[in-house]
Structures are given as structure tokens and as C-alpha cells.
Antibody, heavy 111, light 113 residues
Framework: VQLVESGGGLVQPGKSLKLSCSASGFTFSSYGMHWIRQAPGKGLDWVAYISSSSGTVYADAVKGRFTISRDNAKNTLYLQLNSLKSEDTAIYYC??????WGQGVMVTVSS | DVVMTQTPVSLSVSLGGQTSISCRSSQSLVHSDGNTYLYWYLQKPGQSPQLLIY???NRFSGVPDRFSGSGSGTDFTLKISRVEPEDLGVYYCYQGTHYPPWTFGGGTKLELK
């Protein structure tokens, strides 16, 4: 199982960013996937989940601003981040279930 | 939302020693299917979290038997025996019984004495 995130970077408050998580080593379409984030020097916070049938749920802090999606043909998970705030600054991890995590991608929201 | 409370926040241990970390949930983590979805992770500096224990007491693949999990209901413990240098980092508990949201404990930093 391998999960590789990409798409992070520095973005201004109020702007948008789209993260990707490329999956390999397993049948991607069969698994639910999470996004989890970690602000600098802080603990872990669950962000969003998409089921194998593309049902989605979100943390209250990101509901209405972030959108999780998947493309099973490309074995890729996405997180669209809109209306970004400074408090969204974090490392974003994708995870398959509880056992497999990517290495994370940094998102910095600053003017 | 289920609140996960870990204690202590930090811990000093000697190499070869033994220590334990507590995790309490604000409600029982027993699922209606009979399982208890409580997990333990170790995050080493600069790395993503790695799964140590799943469903309270089951060691994940490749995890040494120096790590053991126990507990039930709302009270859980991770014990680490014969501490080695690679065990240092931040430990998190995580619940997957009552969701959304899935929730983590605040973390326990294990350092060398």
C-alpha cells in the first residue's frame, strides 16, 4: 500500500487549493479514504471521509469549504480547499482506514 | 462528539524501562457490533503516524511485542516495555466507534530521561 499526497503550497487567505493523493498497491475503489491534518506543533485532526460508494462526511471546521472526492479510474483521492483561513495551515495526510497513511503535504495559508 | 483525553501529556523514560499511557473517552467505545474501535499510533519526528495497536489490544503487522494495549468501555492503556530509542515520539489514541467525527487524543510525548 502506498499513498502519495501532492498539491500543497503557500496560498493567501480566501483562496483555493486542491490536494491529491495517489494510491497504489491495493484496489482503491474498494476502500473508504480519509483526510486528516496536523497544524504545526499540534495534534491530529480528522478532516473528511469518503466511502467506497462516494458518500462523504466532514468535520464541522471545514464543512461548506472543503470537498473530498475520488477518481477510481485514476486511483486518486482529492481534497478541494476553498475559502482558506490561516487556521487551515497544516500538514494534510490521506489515509486508508486506520492503518495506512501517506507522508503528508504542507498547506500554508498566509498573506 | 467523543472527546479523547490522554494522560500524561509528556513522559520521560529510561532506555530499557517500562511506561504506560492512558486514554479516556467521553462515552463508551463499544460499538453495536460488539467491537471496540480504539487505536494507538506513534508519530516519530518528521514522519506520519504509524499504527501500533488496533481494536484495543491487537498489534499491527510488524509491531514488536514490547507494545501492548488493554482496556474497555471508556478507559484504555498503552504499555511499552523495554523502551528502545526508536520508541520515542508522540503517541495518539484514536476512536472509530462513534463517527463522524473520528477523534484523536491530544497526544503523549515520550522522551528519554
Amino acid at each position: 500500500v502506498q499513498l502519495v499526497e501532492s498539491g500543497g503550497g503557500l496560498v493567501q487567505p480566501g483562496k483555493s487549493l486542491k490536494l491529491s493523493c495517489s494510491a497504489s498497491g491495493f484496489t482503491f475503489s474498494s476502500y473508504g479514504m480519509h483526510w486528516i491534518r496536523q497544524a504545526p506543533g499540534k495534534g491530529l485532526d480528522w478532516v473528511a471521509y469518503i466511502s467506497s460508494s462516494s458518500g462523504t462526511v466532514y468535520a464541522d471546521a471545514v464543512k461548506g469549504r472543503f470537498t473530498i472526492s475520488r477518481d477510481n479510474a485514476k486511483n486518486t483521492l482529492y481534497l478541494q480547499l476553498n475559502s482558506l483561513k490561516s487556521e487551515d495551515t497544516a500538514i494534510y495526510y490521506c489515509a486508508r482506514g486506520y492503518a495506512y497513511w501517506g507522508q503528508g503535504v504542507m498547506v500554508t495559508v498566509s498573506s | 462528539d467523543v472527546v479523547m483525553t490522554q494522560t500524561p501529556v509528556s513522559l520521560s523514560v529510561s532506555l530499557g524501562g517500562q511506561t504506560s499511557i492512558s486514554c479516556r473517552s467521553s462515552q463508551s467505545l463499544v460499538h453495536s457490533d460488539g467491537n471496540t474501535y480504539l487505536y494507538w499510533y506513534l508519530q516519530k519526528p518528521g514522519q506520519s503516524p504509524q499504527l501500533l495497536i488496533y481494536k484495543v489490544s491487537n498489534r499491527f503487522s510488524g509491531v514488536p511485542d514490547r507494545f501492548s494495549g488493554s482496556g474497555s468501555g471508556t478507559d484504555f492503556t498503552l504499555k511499552i516495555s523495554r523502551v528502545e530509542p526508536e520508541d520515542l515520539g508522540v503517541y495518539y489514541c484514536y476512536q472509530g466507534t462513534h463517527y463522524p467525527p473520528w477523534t484523536f487524543g491530544g497526544g503523549t510525548k515520550l522522551e528519554l530521561k
